[in-house]
């Protein structure tokens, strides 16, 4: 289940994938490589590899989060 009593908030996949999303309207930068918008999410949110992922997983199949060709990351409109 995506959402748990018995967890820190921010240890949750929808707190983390609106920081991942935040992170990604913040900026001009249009594509994100996987590993350094992990590494900004990290900096910022104090989050696992593993939750990151799952994170981005969860924005992907909902549509709201793409791979460009590069094989970036961007927020889709």
Not at 54 to 65: D, H, P, R
């Amino acid at each position: 289940m995506l959402l748990s009593r018995d967890t820190n908030p921010k240890n949750d996949v929808y707190y983390l994938g609106a920081q991942i999303l935040k992170l990604l309207q913040a900026h001009d930068v249009k594509e994100y490589a996987f590993l350094d918008l992990y590494q900004e999410c990290k900096d910022t949110t104090g989050s696992s590899y593993n939750l990151f992922s799952l994170a981005i997983t969860w924005l992907f199949l909902l549509g709201v989060v793409s791979l460009s060709k590069k094989g970036s990351i961007i927020a889709c409109s």
